[in-house]
């Protein structure tokens, strides 16, 4: 069909017709005027030091042709490249969240949508996606996310560790127990293997590590596999007085100055644990909303919550990009399937 008949076919439109067809182009243009950039930055981001190969990590890679792309109403081309060590090939999207999108121009709105707290619900009437679908995009962030890390910590660390019920959300034929409602309670008084340990460190850079260490509660070899290699002896430990806290301290040769949990000294000069404990108080504020999440996605919720800490909860195009280019820039292969299937593990 001709454009000059395309056009006389929209005229025959009624108003309200024509209205939605010009905001569905409108969003559209836009969308694909937004990703373009970003997929840009990505691009240059990932190849800064010179093409490297997805697959075997080699240096030896040349491009390879181009492939289109639709994004909204309109197709973009982008640079394939080829291994000559491995012989595969590759795109600046293969091994992340976005590799096999159809809809990549959807992802910018999608991930303003996580830094503004919406529901998957709310995400799928606001951006014309299936919830469902937007589950795994969610998580296909996120498994990037978690990879963030840095080398060691500095100045004094404040430790301590929080404890979310555990959960199979989302599992049928649960075995031993009935579905809880809406995150549930455990059936157990305490610290018991219903509740999974999550830690938390941070110096005053604001530095933080946020992980599951297990079921039950928090023991010195899980402490020193999890954050043994980011603690030197010029590190200085404040804690409350769990004594795998102060065994770890002495094992490790650091200074540590324990608090105890009554609340009767809250500070010691310089040493305090407010910022770690002010940082769970809101972690487990946000997690609120989730009304209890699988166990096996905790560490990406709480990667979820540590990224939007960074940003200070700021929604703009800023943020909306450093997230799409950082979560790009970080190799997961995680897929639907792999998503489903996975379980909970150390």
């Not at 373009?36 to 075997?56: A, L, M, N, R, W």
């Not at 293969?94 to 121009?105: D, I, K, Q, Y």
């Not at 002010?278 to 504020?285: A, E, M, T, V």
């Amino acid at each position: 069909m001709a454009l000059t008949d395309i056009i006389k076919e929209i005229q025959k439109l009624n108003t309200a017709d024509q209205l939605r067809l010009k905001e569905f182009f409108t969003k559209s243009l836009a969308a694909f005027s937004a990703s373009k950039p970003i997929f840009k930055e990505v691009s240059e981001q990932k190849h800064k030091d010179g093409y490297t190969c997805t697959h075997c990590h080699s240096n030896n890679v040349v491009r390879f042709g181009k492939y289109s792309v639709k994004v909204g109403m309109k197709t973009m081309e982008r640079q394939r490249y080829r291994c000559k060590d491995c012989g595969k090939t590759f795109t600046d999207v293969t091994n992340t969240p976005l590799r096999g999108s159809h809809l990549p121009h959807k992802w910018l709105d999608f991930i303003q949508c996580m830094i503004e707290g919406y529901s998957l619900r709310k995400a799928s009437e606001t951006i014309e996606v299936h919830y469902v679908t937007l589950f795994y995009w969610r998580h296909k962030i996120l498994s990037a996310l978690k990879q963030m890390d840095f080398d060691q910590f500095s100045g004094i660390v404040e430790m301590d560790e929080t404890y979310f019920l555990y959960s199979e959300k989302g599992k049928r034929n649960l075995n031993g127990r009935k579905a809880r409602k809406r995150g549930g309670a455990s059936q157990f008084r305490g610290i018991s293997k219903e509740q999974v340990c999550v830690l938390i460190a941070r110096d005053r850079q604001k530095l933080t590590y946020s992980k599951v260490l297990g079921q039950g509660r928090i023991v010195k070899s899980r402490l020193d596999k999890a954050i043994g290699s980011k603690l030197s002896k010029s590190n200085i430990l404040s804690t409350d007085s769990w004594r795998a806290f102060k065994t770890y301290a002495k094992d490790k040769g650091l200074e540590h100055y324990p608090f105890k949990s009554d609340g009767k000294e809250r500070v010691k000069g310089l040493f305090h644990i407010q910022n770690v404990n002010n940082y769970h108080s809101r972690l487990k504020g946000w997690m609120d909303r989730f009304n209890g999440v699988a166990t096996k996605y905790l560490n990406h919720y709480l990667s979820w919550f540590q990224f939007l800490d960074v940003i200070r909860f700021r929604n703009d195009s800023t943020t909306v990009s450093k997230m799409v280019i950082d979560s790009c820039l970080l190799s997961t292969n995680a897929t639907y399937d792999k998503l489903r299937l996975s379980t909970f593990k150390l």
